[in-house]
């Protein structure tokens, strides 16, 4: 009987658990995801590996460097959309690779044509190839330009708050400030700027670059990040398609974390897990 009823309970917890995650939807640009892993497709091996570990992870949201990734632009070559259909997932050109603001806005205007008018981006202006920080005057500059055009700017920038607020007040959909440089792997290296980064701006924020493993992943979410975006941490992973899968959990288990709200911390403070009081003596 006892059995049961732990069975019983742990069932009960599991569903309600299951229940809120389906409810708790990321709402970006007027339309909701479950999933609030976003993934890249560069780095992989081949296509096959490019799909298998997209549909490990769950992500809705897949980014593409249009750059580097042929979706209709090179007739004669292989095209990412054979695989990742528009109808299947949103994709979310970006501008890897541009260092400047016309380069940028170029690029996404091409990115539009080739996707029949689709107007989710996901901006990005480097700095240097070095360090692939971003250059903030450049992109608060494309921003705006590509604001006023009618596209809806999920925006790569630095973790600095005034930076974020200004590309919220232009009207980007979503601030993705990075954790750390992106492929480096560090982690979440500035945990109070991003904190202060959620405080002051009213769109999702989305982590974006320096990822390496499933447990930064977790951390982001428990801090209250609405999603996280990567794309080495996976592709560089020895079995992609098996990290595709940590990541998904780590996100999802990290976001039911937050909602769930963790116990104080106690500086030098021990508390007993069972009761004190009524003790048999």
Same mark, same amino acid.
């Given at each position: 009987?006892?059995?049961?009823?732990?069975? #019983?309970s742990?069932?009960?917890?599991?569903?309600h658990?299951?229940?809120? @995650?389906?409810?708790d939807?990321?709402?970006?640009?007027?339309?909701?995801?479950?999933?609030?892993?976003?993934?890249?497709?560069?780095?992989?091996?081949?296509?096959?590996?490019?799909q298998?570990?997209?549909?490990?992870?769950?992500?809705? %949201? %897949?980014?593409?460097?249009?750059?580097r990734?042929?979706?209709?632009?090179?007739?004669?070559?292989?095209?990412?959309?054979?695989?990742?259909?528009?109808?299947?997932?949103?994709?979310?050109?970006?501008?890897?690779?541009?260092?400047?603001?016309?380069?940028?806005?170029?690029?996404?205007?091409?990115?539009?044509?080739?996707?029949?008018?689709?107007?989710?981006?996901?901006?990005?202006v480097?700095?240097?190839?070095?360090?692939?920080?971003?250059?903030?005057?450049?992109?608060?500059?494309?921003a705006?330009?590509?604001?006023?055009?009618?596209?809806?700017?999920?925006?790569?920038?630095?973790?600095?708050?005034i930076?974020?607020?200004?590309?919220?007040?232009?009207?980007?959909?979503?601030?993705?400030?990075?954790?750390?440089?992106?492929?480096?792997?560090?982690?979440?290296?500035?945990?109070?700027?991003?904190?202060?980064? @959620?405080?002051?701006?009213?769109?999702?924020? %989305?982590?974006?670059?320096?990822?390496?493993?499933?447990?930064?992943?977790?951390?982001?979410?428990?801090?209250?990040?609405?999603?996280?975006?990567?794309?080495?941490?996976?592709?560089?992973?020895?079995?992609?398609?098996?990290?595709?899968?940590?990541?998904?959990?780590?996100?999802?288990?990290?976001?039911?974390?937050? #909602?769930?709200?963790? @116990?104080?911390?106690?500086?030098y403070?021990?508390?007993?897990?069972?009761?004190?009081?009524? #003790?048999?003596?």
């Amino acid at each position: 009987m006892a059995t049961d009823l732990k069975l #019983l309970s742990q069932s009960v917890a599991v569903n309600h658990g299951t229940h809120l @995650m389906n409810k708790d939807t990321l709402l970006i640009a007027g339309k909701s995801y479950h999933s609030r892993l976003l993934i890249g497709t560069g780095k992989y091996k081949d296509f096959t590996e490019t799909q298998a570990a997209v549909e490990a992870s769950g992500a809705e %949201i %897949i980014t593409i460097a249009i750059r580097r990734s042929n979706i209709g632009q090179n007739p004669n070559e292989p095209n990412l959309l054979d695989i990742l259909s528009p109808s299947k997932y949103t994709l979310l050109p970006n501008t890897a690779g541009c260092y400047s603001a016309d380069d940028a806005v170029r690029t996404l205007r091409l990115a539009r044509e080739l996707l029949d008018g689709h107007s989710l981006v996901k901006l990005e202006v480097l700095g240097d190839p070095q360090s692939l920080y971003p250059n903030v005057v450049e992109t608060l500059a494309a921003a705006k330009t590509l604001v006023a055009d009618g596209f809806q700017v999920m925006v790569y920038t630095s973790d600095d708050p005034i930076i974020a607020k200004q590309l919220e007040d232009i009207g980007c959909v979503a601030i993705m400030p990075l954790a750390s440089l992106i492929g480096s792997g560090m982690g979440i290296l500035n945990p109070w700027n991003l904190q202060l980064i @959620m405080d002051r701006v009213q769109v999702p924020v %989305i982590v974006d670059a320096g990822v390496g493993t499933a447990s930064d992943a977790a951390i982001a979410m428990e801090l209250g990040c609405h999603g996280v975006l990567m794309n080495t941490a996976i592709a560089a992973a020895q079995q992609p398609v098996l990290m595709a899968s940590a990541m998904k959990q780590a996100v999802e288990a990290g976001r039911m974390a937050f #909602l769930a709200g963790r @116990m104080p911390k106690k500086l030098y403070s021990a508390s007993p897990s069972s009761p004190t009081s009524g #003790l048999i003596s």
